[in-house]
C-alpha cells in the first residue's frame, strides 16, 4: 500500500510541477529536479534509491523506442556523419578527459575507476537535451542532430563502462576491449534489424490497434533483452528497431494503429521521463548523507565534483569548435556549434550506470555525488540559460509562416497524386460522389493554405466553418447523452456514435489552427523541386495596395491574393469565393503566380503544381 501510495504521489507531483513550468516556461524537467531534491528532505518521504537495472532495463529502453519512433530516419541519415562523431567519438574523449581529471584529484581510485565514472558522465540524455531544445524552439537540425547523438552514446558509455569494471576485476585484455566493442555495435544493430524485420512482418497482418499497441509495448524490451543476452548492445538494437520501425509506420500498419500508437507512447514518455527527473532530485538526500561518511576533507569533495562538471562542458565546447575547423561540406554555422555545445544536458543514465560501479570501489560514494553534480549542474547550468544563449546569438527558431507554407503545398501535391487516381479509376458514378470526394479534398487543401494568411481578425472560410460545425457536433452529442440516459440505445451503439463525433471534432480542431502570422524575414519556400516555369520568372514590380478587382466588382471578400508574374494581374486565390486567381490562369494560360500578401514571396506553378 505504500509503494501504491508513493507512485500515485509522484505521478501527481509530475503533473501540477509539468502544468506549473508551462505557466512559468520553465522546462518541467528542471523544475522536476530541483522538487525533488527539496521533497527528499520533507519528513515522510521515504528515501529513494535507483536501482541500476531499474532504470536501465525498465525506464531506458520505453525512453529511447519512444524518442526513436518519432526520429526521422532521414534527418537522421542526413546528419549521421555529426552524429556518430558526437555519439562515440566525443564521449570516448569525455571519457579520458574525465579520467585524467579525476584521477589527477583522486589518485587513490585508480585508473579503473577513473575511466568508469568517466564513462558515467559522458553521455549527454535525450530527454533532457530534446526536452528543453523543442521548448524553447531551437532550429531542427540542432534538435535532429541532439536527439541522434543521444539515442546512441549510451551505448558507446555503457560499453565503456562495462569494459572499466571488468578491468577492475581484472577480467579483460586490451585485445579484448576492441572485440567487446564490435560485438556490442554490430550485434545490437543486427538484433535491431531482425526485430524490426519480426514487427513489421506481424504488423501487416495485424489490424486490431489495441493487439498492435501491445506489440508496441513488448518492442523494446524484447529488443533490449535480446541484444543483452548475446553480450551486445541493448541500446543500439533498442535505437535501430525503433528508427527502422517509425520509419515503415505509413507502409506496415493500419492509420488507426498509428494514432492509437502515436498518442500512447506520447504519454508513457511523457510520464517517465518526467518521472525520471524527479527521482533524479529525490536522490539527493541519501547521496549527501552517504557523502559525510567520506574520509576525504569537504572542500576536496567539492572542487573533484566541480572540475568535473567544467571538464564535461568545456570538453564537449571544445570539440565541437575543433571538429567544426575542420568541417569541409554541409557545415553547421558558428552559432549552431557554440548551441549543440552548450546543449550536453546529462540525466537518468548518468545516475542509473553510476550505481554500476562495484561497491568496494575505493570513494564510490564521492563518485556517486560527482555523477549527481554533473546532472543537476548540466541541467540547471545549461537547461536554464539555454534559452538566454539562443537569444543572444541570434538563432532563429522554425518560423510557423514556412512551416504553413511546406504544409500547404505539400498536401497539394498529394491532392493532386489523388485526383490523378481518381481520374484513373473506372467506376459508375451514379450518385456524384466523385463531387463529394473533390469538394472535401479542396477543403482539406484550402484549409492548408488559408493558415497563410495575412489579414489580423480576419477568420478563414475554413475556421469559420470549424467554429459553425463545432458548435453543431456539441448539439449533436448533447442530443445523443441524451438518449443515452433513457437506456432505449444499447450501449455500444451509443459509443460508436459519440466515437464517430469525436473524431470529426478532432479533424476540426487540427483545421481551425490559427493562421501563421509571425513573420522572419521574407516568406519563401523551395519544395526542393523546380520547373523551368518557376525559374523563369524574374521579380515584378509588387502592387503598392493590392486588390481583387472582380471581387470587388461582385462585391464579394477575400481571403488572400495572388499576382500573376506575365501580366501584373491580381487575384484572389482558390479559398475564396470567386478563385479568380485559377480563372486568370485558365482564361490566360500564364503559368507562375506569386503571393501578394505582404512578407510572403512564394511562387506557385499552376502546369507543374509545384511551389517554389
Not at 260 to 275: G, K, Q, S, Y
Request: aromatic letters at 6%; one cysteine or more.
Amino acid at each position: 500500500m505504500e509503494l501504491a501510495l508513493l507512485l500515485v504521489s509522484m505521478a501527481a507531483v509530475v503533473l501540477a510541477v509539468s502544468a506549473v513550468s508551462d505557466r512559468l516556461r520553465v522546462p518541467a524537467p528542471l523544475l522536476l529536479v530541483v522538487v525533488g531534491a527539496v521533497a527528499s528532505y520533507l519528513p515522510g518521504v521515504p528515501t529513494i534509491r535507483l536501482e541500476s537495472e531499474v532504470v536501465l532495463l525498465g525506464l531506458l529502453p520505453p525512453l529511447l523506442y519512444a524518442a526513436a519512433i518519432q526520429t526521422s530516419l532521414v534527418d537522421f541519415n542526413a546528419n549521421r556523419g555529426t552524429i556518430l562523431r558526437l555519439s562515440v567519438l566525443l564521449v570516448v574523449v569525455t571519457t579520458f578527459a574525465v579520467a585524467a581529471v579525476v584521477h589527477w584529484l583522486l589518485p587513490d581510485v585508480g585508473w579503473a575507476a577513473a575511466i568508469a565514472i568517466g564513462a558515467v558522465v559522458a553521455p549527454p540524455d535525450a530527454v533532457a537535451a530534446t526536452a528543453v531544445a523543442r521548448r524553447i524552439g531551437l532550429p531542427r537540425r540542432v534538435v535532429t542532430i541532439l536527439e541522434g547523438e543521444s539515442l546512441l552514446n549510451d551505448a558507446t558509455a555503457l560499453v565503456a563502462l562495462r569494459t572499466a569494471i571488468a578491468f577492475l576485476a581484472g577480467s579483460l585484455t586490451v585485445v579484448e576491449v576492441g572485440l567487446d566493442f564490435v560485438r556490442a555495435a554490430g550485434g545490437g544493430a543486427l538484433v535491431g534489424v531482425a526485430l524490426f524485420l519480426l514487427v513489421a512482418w506481424l504488423r501487416k497482418r495485424i489490424t486490431d490497434p489495441v493487439l498492435d499497441t501491445g506489440i508496441s509495448f513488448l518492442t523494446p524490451f524484447a529488443a533490449f533483452v535480446a541484444a543483452e543476452e548475446i553480450h551486445a548492445s541493448g541500446v543500439i538494437s533498442v535505437v535501430v528497431a525503433g528508427l527502422l520501425l517509425g520509419h515503415k509506420a505509413p507502409i506496415i500498419q493500419t492509420a488507426q494503429s498509428r494514432i492509437t500508437e502515436r498518442i500512447t507512447w506520447r504519454t508513457v514518455a511523457f510520464m517517465l521521463e518526467n518521472t525520471v527527473f524527479l527521482l533524479i532530485g529525490l536522490e539527493l538526500d541519501w547521496i549527501l548523507e552517504d557523502v559525510r561518511q567520506s574520509t576525504l576533507p569537504v572542500g576536496r569533495i567539492a572542487l573533484i565534483c566541480l572540475a568535473t562538471l567544467a571538464t564535461v562542458i568545456v570538453v564537449r565546447l571544445v570539440y565541437m569548435y575543433a571538429t567544426w575547423m575542420f568541417r569541409r561540406t554541409n557545415p553547421i554555422p558558428p552559432s549552431w556549434t557554440f548551441l549543440l555545445g552548450w546543449a550536453g544536458m546529462r540525466g537518468v543514465v548518468t545516475l542509473a550506470a553510476a550505481f554500476v560501479i562495484p561497491e568496494d570501489t575505493a570513494h564510490r560514494e564521492v563518485l556517486l555525488l560527482v555523477a549527481f553534480t554533473v546532472v543537476a549542474g548540466t541541467l540547471l547550468l545549461q537547461g536554464l540559460t539555454l534559452p538566454l544563449v539562443t537569444r543572444v546569438l541570434g538563432v532563429p527558431a522554425p518560423d510557423p509562416a514556412e512551416d504553413a507554407l511546406a504544409r500547404a503545398a505539400l498536401l497539394q501535391q498529394a491532392a493532386d497524386a489523388g485526383l490523378a487516381k481518381l481520374e484513373e479509376l473506372e467506376y459508375d458514378d451514379h450518385h456524384g460522389v466523385s463531387e463529394q470526394i473533390r469538394a472535401r479534398i479542396d477543403q482539406r487543401s484550402f484549409a492548408a493554405w488559408e493558415q497563410l494568411a495575412t489579414a489580423e481578425d480576419a477568420e478563414t472560410p475554413s475556421q469559420l466553418y470549424a467554429r459553425v460545425r463545432g458548435e453543431m457536433i456539441e448539439a449533436e452529442r448533447a442530443k445523443v447523452l441524451l438518449v443515452r440516459s433513457k437506456g432505449k440505445i444499447p450501449s455500444d451503439v451509443v459509443s460508436g456514435v459519440l466515437a464517430m463525433l469525436d473524431v470529426e471534432e478532432s479533424m476540426l480542431d487540427a483545421a481551425a489552427e490559427a493562421p501563421a502570422r509571425t513573420r522572419i524575414g521574407s516568406l519563401a519556400f523551395s519544395a526542393g523541386r523546380h520547373c523551368d516555369d518557376l525559374d523563369s520568372y524574374s521579380a515584378i514590380e509588387t502592387v503598392e495596395d493590392p486588390a481583387c478587382a472582380t471581387c470587388l466588382a461582385d462585391g464579394t471578400p477575400w481571403v488572400s491574393l495572388r499576382q500573376c508574374l506575365e501580366c501584373g494581374h491580381v487575384g484572389c486565390c482558390d479559398s475564396s469565393i470567386g478563385k479568380h486567381a485559377t480563372a486568370h490562369f485558365h482564361e490566360t494560360l500564364h503559368p507562375v503566380m506569386e503571393s501578394a500578401q505582404p512578407d510572403e514571396s512564394w511562387r506557385w506553378c499552376y502546369v507543374h503544381n509545384l511551389t517554389g
